[in-house]
Antibody, heavy 124, light 108 residues
Framework: EVQLVESGGGLVQPGGSLRLSCAAS????????MNWVRQAPGKGLEWVSY????????YYADSVKGRFTISRDNAKNSLYLQMNSLRAEDTAVYYC?????????????????WGKGTTVTVSS | DIQMTQSPSSLSASVGDRVTITCRASQSISSYLNWYQQKPGKAPKLLIY???SLQSGVPSRFSGSGSGTDFTLTISSLQPEDFATYYC??????????FGPGTKVDIK
């Protein structure tokens, strides 16, 4: 079964740090790009960060640039998000999502497998 | 940056109704448009990619159309399990996987 399982969320004070993990199984993790997407309470979806299959290409949303670092360990089938200098507005459920590329469509990128999410609360 | 808008922001419908949700991009994105469904407390689920391609396992009552700046998601006959929030997402710019604000579909 194709599966993504996030962990590492919790309560942290403003200015603190947290490291999220995403364990992949059921597919060849090293062949896929990956995303982190978050959802603040009662709000919509916000893309956070992207990493290519090899880890050589990385993008961030402006809202987290300079504070968050995405990485992956293909030998461990794992994706990570190091979050520093956390703010109250970073409070959200964080999802990892597999990115599939439809080369015949452009190429077009879409997120076809999602984890259940891990909750991050930034509060004093 | 490409901005995405959706209309309506919410709608009430009955089982069996035909439902149409619109998504608009601030600039042309060709067919680089995906649709997701999210139920409360659950992760999003991919419904449609490339504007009109149905993801495997998704019921055929879901369809997508459009290109350029204007797109639609149609549910031909609303079922009880379809009450959810629907998001469009552009992938024209891989620097920003921008989502629309969402459309909540609830029971009339």
């Amino acid at each position: 079964e194709v599966q993504l399982v996030e962990s590492g969320g919790g309560l942290v004070q403003p200015g603190g740090s947290l490291r999220l993990s995403c364990a992949a199984s059921g597919f060849t993790f090293s062949s896929y790009e990956m995303n982190w997407v978050r959802q603040a309470p009662g709000k919509g979806l916000e893309w956070v960060s992207y990493i290519s299959s090899s880890g050589s290409t990385i993008y961030y949303a402006d809202s987290v640039k300079g504070r968050f670092t995405i990485s992956r360990d293909n030998a461990k089938n794992s994706l990570y998000l190091q979050m520093n200098s956390l703010r109250a507005e970073d409070t959200a459920v964080y999802y990892c999502a597999r990115v599939t590329i439809a080369y015949e469509k452009g190429p077009l990128y879409y997120m076809d497998v999602w984890g259940k999410g891990t909750t991050v609360t930034v509060s004093s | 940056d490409i901005q995405m808008t959706q209309s309506p922001s919410s709608l009430s419908a009955s089982v069996g109704d035909r439902v149409t949700i619109t998504c608009r991009a601030s600039q042309s994105i060709s067919s680089y448009l995906n649709w997701y469904q999210q139920k409360p407390g659950k992760a999003p689920k991919l419904l449609i990619y490339a504007a009109s391609s149905l993801q495997s396992g998704v019921p055929s009552r879901f369809s997508g159309s459009g290109s350029g700046t204007d797109f639609t998601l149609t549910i031909s006959s609303l079922q009880p399990e379809d009450f959810a929030t629907y998001y469009c997402q552009q992938s024209y710019s891989t620097l920003l996987f921008t989502f629309g604000p969402g459309t909540k579909v609830d029971i009339k």
